[in-house]
T-cell receptor, first 111, second 115 residues
Framework: ELKVEQNPLFLSMQEGKNYTIYCNYS?????LYWYRQDPGKSLESLFV?????AVKQEGRLMASLDTKARLSTLHITAAVHDLSATYFC???????????FGGGTRVLVKP | EPEVTQTPSHQVTQMGQEVILRCVPI?????FYWYRQILGQKVEFLVS????????KSEIFDDQFSVERPDGSNFTLKIRSTKLEDSAMYFC?????????????FGPGTRLTVL
């Protein structure tokens, strides 16, 4: 059974500083997704990472994938209040099509 | 920009009642999904649907649940006899492909409250 674990579960950030969220998964997969969820809202797709060594960047967020280590990271550069949300990673097992989500990382950026 | 829509946004029902949650996926997508999220917890897969049949389902998706694509645009989730533990946010998603990107786009969700 595919397991996806994120850490930390909660991240209190100071504006302007850099932080990293980690996502580990347990079985072979080469498709990893990052989503953002604001309270009471739906899931917004941030990144799709399809291959080993993939790196994607959008604004202050950068995601990378190491399929050999079964690890993805979401790096936040110079955090700002607007980035406060819960971030989920999700993995699709090879040859499958269902997303298995991590537990989420709740991010709170304080001034 | 095309998006997935869901109705209703909030449904309150009594235990034992049937509910139907409705979704309109993105129009040229071929794969449809239901996920649920119990308050404060992670998102869990329920079922995927392709070519008018279920392609995969989780252990949560028992005989009380069914899905249907009654016409060319709607995709529904029916819960036959709701239980208290069915209270959750239910998200519909759709994607255009199975392999490759298979990026799934989520609707705004239906909050189901079972009393």
């Amino acid at each position: 059974e595919l397991k996806v674990e994120q850490n930390p579960l909660f991240l209190s950030m100071q504006e302007g500083k850099n932080y990293t969220i980690y996502c580990n998964y347990s079985t072979t997969s080469d498709r990893l997704y990052w989503y953002r969820q604001d309270p009471g809202k739906s899931l917004e797709s941030l990144f799709v990472l399809l291959s080993n060594g993939a790196v994607k960047q959008e604004g202050r967020l950068m995601a990378s994938l190491d399929t050999k280590a079964r690890l993805s990271t979401l790096h936040i550069t110079a955090a700002v209040h607007d980035l406060s949300a819960t971030y989920f990673c999700a993995v699709i097992k090879a040859a499958g099509n269902k997303l298995t989500f991590g537990g989420g990382t709740r991010v709170l950026v304080k001034p | 920009e095309p998006e997935v829509t869901q109705t209703p946004s909030h449904q309150v029902t009594q235990m034992g009642q049937e509910v139907i949650l409705r979704c309109v996926p993105i129009s040229n997508h071929l794969y449809f999904y239901w996920y649920r999220q119990i308050l404060g917890q992670k998102v869990e897969f329920l079922v995927s649907f392709y070519n008018n049949e279920i392609s995969e389902k989780s252990e949560i998706f028992d005989d009380q649940f069914s899905v249907e694509r009654p016409d060319g645009s709607n995709f529904t989730l029916k819960i036959r006899s709701t239980k208290l533990e069915d209270s959750a946010m239910y998200f519909c998603a759709s994607s255009g492909s199975r392999g490759g990107l298979n990026e799934q786009f989520f609707g705004p969700g239906t909050r189901l409250t079972v009393l």
